[in-house]
T-cell receptor, first 109, second 115 residues
């Protein structure tokens, strides 16, 4: 079992739909990051979470430390949100980040 | 502020050769981390440098090495290249808080193809 599991692996939505991407992890962490990767490779850090909830524009990220679970929500999805979303956890004991396999989101107009 | 830059952007090498990739972090950032991304294994952590010292290391063979200079620029070297080393190599810079809670800023990556 991977240390970081993301679901779903692929997601297709219609423009305007509410999107949820989930991330579960099995190790102790000090932080969880949500990343966005567009075709061509460029990665942008969306959120860093150590507890609670954060919101930026149409994006909301939550984390439940006790349940070792985080969700990324996109409200009113748009075709420009089409990208791969990657969950990364920073393992305090190992001193390194471990990444989920990513969720490929396609938003159709 | 200029972003993270990586050179070269594309590289083609043959098996057995060695390669050096370069990463220039955002001004003021003291931590540089390197990652390998392949279709089969996804993103994997290679190593992190902070103030010219390797602070953390992933599970890669000794053929993968790196260093950081006094201006925080970093290089990674892969010796005796294998076909499986073909990948996108990404570096990311951050201020360097040890607990990993800093936002990392990623470079565009170097696409290495080993023939």
């Amino acid at each position: 079992k991977n240390e970081v599991e993301q679901s779903p692996q692929n997601l297709t939505a219609q423009e305007g739909e509410f999107i949820t991407i989930n991330c579960s992890y099995s190790v102790g962490i000090s932080a969880l990051h949500w990343l966005q990767q567009h075709p061509g490779g460029g990665i942008v850090s969306l959120f860093m979470l150590s507890s609670g909830k954060k919101k930026h524009g149409r994006l909301i990220a939550t984390i439940n430390i006790q349940e070792k679970h985080s969700s990324l929500h996109i409200t009113a999805s748009h075709p420009r949100d089409s990208a791969v979303y990657i969950c990364a956890v920073y393992n305090t004991n190992a001193g390194k980040s471990t990444f989920g396999d990513g969720t490929t989101l396609t938003v159709k107009p | 502020k200029a972003g993270v830059t990586q050179t070269p952007r594309y590289l083609i090498k043959t098996r057995g050769q060695q390669v050096t990739l370069s990463c220039s972090p955002i001004s003021g950032h003291r931590s540089v981390s390197w990652y390998q991304q392949t279709p089969g294994q996804g993103l994997q952590f290679l190593f992190e440098y902070f103030s010219e010292t390797q602070r953390n290391k992933g599970n890669f063979p000794g053929r993968f090495s790196g260093r950081q200079f006094s201006n925080s620029r970093s290089e990674m070297n892969v010796s005796t290249l294998e076909l499986g080393d073909s990948a996108l190599y990404l570096c990311a810079s951050s201020l360097g808080t040890i607990s990993g809670t800093d936002t990392q800023y990623f470079g565009p990556g170097t696409r290495l193809t080993v023939l």
